[in-house]
């Protein structure tokens, strides 16, 4: 592939959510890519936020599939697009929520990839077991609605039971507090939650436009040696040395960027420098 592989060729979008939004004007003006919808696709099949149907695998692995069916069900595609995305306690941070949205480009024949990522604190991802409508109102108002949608599911033994009814896509309070009535009458408590699907939830659709964006950063990565794109890191190595005793510490010292694609490597310093790491990072100074 040359430098711009990518301009007036057609990537086709699995979604129903409307994910075109925050997709196609990122690949469109930055890597000329023409971006369509897989009209009639449903995503539904590959898990649901709200439980009804699992995720069939890992998240990256339910992505490629996606981006699969994306291109099955336009032939004339030149490459198959799909996001998904992952919530739970940040990796880092875990006393906060987190998001984790990938975003995966790839070729017809599965000889060419690239898997754009954002990971962030920067969700309204939450729940809680409400047993008022005032309680879930309150709520409701530390995720975002209602520009922000919500989810109300029944509940049995003191978990969400999608079985005991969902209602998804809340964005009234009317909405809500029908929905919440409903379930307290016949269960006793409400499940509330955010709605994560990219339509009624703006924070998540910018966290995928971001993904987008990284996904640009590897197409306009060309490898040295061959000049295929999503020339990137492959290894970290962890060892800089502590300002004060001079030991090695878990902070990275040496990034090792690599090539799928013709396996061409090199070494190269991390973006945050070679300055040594503070005591407090060092096992022997804060052990």
């Given at each position: 592939?040359?430098?711009?592989?990518?301009?007036?060729?057609?990537?086709?979008?699995?979604?129903?959510?409307?994910?075109?939004?925050?997709?196609?004007?990122v690949?469109?003006?930055?890597?000329?890519?023409r971006?369509?919808?897989?009209?009639?696709?449903?995503?539904?099949?590959?898990?649901?936020?709200?439980?009804?149907?699992?995720?069939?695998?890992?998240?990256?692995?339910?992505?490629r599939?996606?981006?699969?069916?994306?291109l099955?069900?336009?032939?004339?595609?030149?490459?198959?697009?799909?996001?998904?995305?992952?919530?739970?306690?940040?990796?880092?941070?875990?006393?906060?929520?987190?998001?984790?949205?990938?975003?995966?480009?790839?070729?017809?024949?599965?000889?060419?990839?690239?898997?754009?990522?954002?990971?962030?604190?920067?969700?309204?991802?939450?729940?809680?077991?409400?047993?008022?409508?005032?309680?879930?109102?309150?709520?409701?108002?530390?995720?975002?609605?209602?520009?922000?949608?919500?989810?109300?599911?029944?509940?049995?033994?003191?978990?969400?039971?999608?079985?005991?009814?969902?209602?998804?896509?809340?964005?009234?309070?009317?909405?809500?507090?029908?929905?919440?009535?409903?379930?307290?009458?016949?269960?006793?408590a409400?499940?509330?939650?955010?709605?994560?699907?990219?339509?009624?939830?703006?924070?998540?659709?910018?966290?995928?436009?971001?993904?987008?964006?990284?996904?640009?950063?590897?197409?306009?990565?060309?490898?040295?040696?061959c000049?295929?794109?999503?020339?990137?890191?492959?290894?970290?190595?962890?060892?800089?040395?502590?300002?004060?005793?001079?030991?090695?510490?878990?902070?990275?010292?040496?990034?090792?960027?690599?090539?799928?694609?013709?396996?061409?490597?090199?070494?190269?310093?991390?973006?945050?420098?070679?300055?040594?790491?503070?005591?407090?990072e060092?096992?022997?100074?804060?052990?």
């Amino acid at each position: 592939m040359g430098e711009f592989p990518f301009k007036g060729r057609l990537a086709v979008l699995a979604t129903m959510h409307r994910k075109e939004q925050a997709i196609a004007p990122v690949l469109e003006e930055m890597l000329g890519l023409r971006v369509e919808v897989a009209r009639g696709l449903d995503t539904d099949r590959f898990g649901t936020f709200t439980r009804e149907v699992p995720r069939p695998g890992t998240q990256l692995a339910t992505v490629r599939l996606k981006a699969q069916a994306a291109l099955a069900a336009v032939p004339e595609a030149d490459f198959g697009l799909a996001s998904e995305g992952s919530f739970g306690p940040h990796p880092w941070l875990p006393w906060v929520a987190g998001g984790r949205e990938l975003i995966v480009l790839m070729d017809r024949d599965g000889g060419f990839e690239l898997v754009g990522a954002d990971l962030t604190a920067e969700t309204n991802w939450g729940s809680r077991l409400v047993n008022s409508v005032a309680d879930a109102v309150a709520f409701t108002q530390d995720i975002g609605f209602p520009s922000h949608a919500v989810v109300v599911i029944g509940v049995h033994k003191g978990e969400p039971d999608v079985s005991k009814g969902v209602y998804k896509g809340l964005m009234t309070t009317e909405d809500l507090e029908a929905a919440v009535r409903i379930v307290l009458e016949q269960h006793g408590a409400a499940h509330v939650e955010s709605d994560m699907r990219a339509h009624v939830n703006p924070t998540r659709l910018q966290a995928i436009e971001r993904a987008t964006r990284d996904l640009v950063r590897l197409a306009l990565s060309g490898c040295p040696h061959c000049g295929r794109p999503g020339f990137d890191v492959v290894e970290r190595r962890e060892g800089l040395p502590c300002g004060a005793c001079g030991l090695p510490t878990r902070r990275v010292r040496l990034e090792i960027v690599g090539c799928v694609g013709c396996g061409f490597r090199q070494e190269r310093f991390p973006a945050t420098g070679q300055t040594p790491a503070s005591p407090g990072e060092c096992d022997a100074c804060n052990p």
